[in-house]
């Protein structure tokens, strides 16, 4: 009997410690955002009405942790009201798989992730999660990770293709081919930096009529480099970046540059002040070279660079006449409120023509940012903001639509995050 007593105990204590070994926590998200948009992204064309519309995103995060192994996952579904009827059988954009990985943890220093995941570096100018987007930014990569007390080394490999295939058949997805990179962060004493090399490839595409048998896919290699750097004192923070952009992309040679500098200041614990400019290198309108020499920032959140309104570099202005970015940005945070308003003085960073191939003004126009923030609960927040876009002739001429219309775009959103479950 004796015996049997210990041979449970010694059970159900090897069951505790493998149970207590575990965590895992699962949480929700459930996002609502309206927007009035009135010359988003480019001014509104005459006698055009603005859009209205209310975007919302479901999310379920479950994260689990055993021992050396680490995986997450989180399936998401992003609609808009009314984009299904109220007794629909099915969904426009159904369930999505946001983040779906595996990590292994050789040891305190070395580990690696393989599956969708997100990429996200520094302040997320070439690297970002995106979740400004209802349907955010994921990767489907392989990343190994070293890192110590005051250093990280990431590198990762991507490659992706249409589907399963016996033979060779163009990409026809808008993504990158393969791609490469590598990421490290240290500090040097009151110093944080990092240095980015990404290396991705771009398949050519085959138009139609294609050939058979399939002629070889050309993939063109762009090089992405530069580095990133922060420091910050009790009343003040300050931080820098250049990226050099080189190779080859859709056949024609590649030379960009993106450098940015940004300071603020803590006049009080609750208002703080700051200034920053930012140079994205472009090509003159009256060049007649192919070359590349505008800088694009890949996958970066560029929601929030260069004015909320979405003007630049949010799935446009590529390829074009770069930019330059000069902006104040002033902030209050109270409790549970938090209020910043932003304006932003854009100007072409290369020659714009007008229509009869004369040089136009470089001043683009002003952007004004205002956003708030009221933490409501510990599990909800609410947020909103308005922008006016003050646009000039020469902006109409980069972007179309009607300059001398009003311009302007509001938001509000509701953020309801709770968490569901929690085991440890």
Known sequence: MNIFKKTALTAITMISMSAFAQEFDANLQIRPRYEFRNGFRAPIPYGEIPGQFISNRTRLNLNFKQDKIVTKLTLQNVRVWGDVGTTTKSDVNSIQLFEAWAQYNFNEQWSSRIGRQVISYDNQRIFGELDWAQQGQSHDAALVTYKNKKSQLDFAIAYNANSESDIATNYVVPLYKSMQYAWFHTELGKINMSLLFLNTGYENKLTAPIPTPTPELVVDYMQTFGTYLNTKNKSWDANLWFYGQTGKNNTNSVSAYDAALNFNYYVTDKFKAGLGYELLSGKSQASTSKDIK?????????????????????????????????????????????????????????????????????????????????????????????????????????????????NNWAWVMINVNPQIFSFK
């Not at 920032?297 to 929030?304: A, K, V």
């Not at 191939?357 to 002003?366: E, P």
């Open 294 to 406: 505008s800088f694009y920032p890949l996958f970066g959140t560029n929601h929030g660079f260069n004015g909320y309104m979405d003007y630049f570099y949010v799935g446009n202005h590529k390829n074009t006449v770069g930019l330059q970015d000069a902006f104040l940005k002033l902030g209050y945070t109270d409790k549970k409120w938090q209020f910043a308003l932003m304006p932003h003085m854009f100007s072409a960073a290369n020659t714009v023509l007008d229509a009869n191939g004369k040089k136009m003004d470089d001043y683009l126009g002003t952007e004004v940012d205002f956003t708030f923030g009221y933490a409501v609960h510990k599990f909800v927040n609410v947020s909103g903001g308005y922008s006016q876009m003050f646009a000039t002739d020469t902006m109409q001429r980069l972007k179309g639509g009607d300059v001398d219309h009003t």
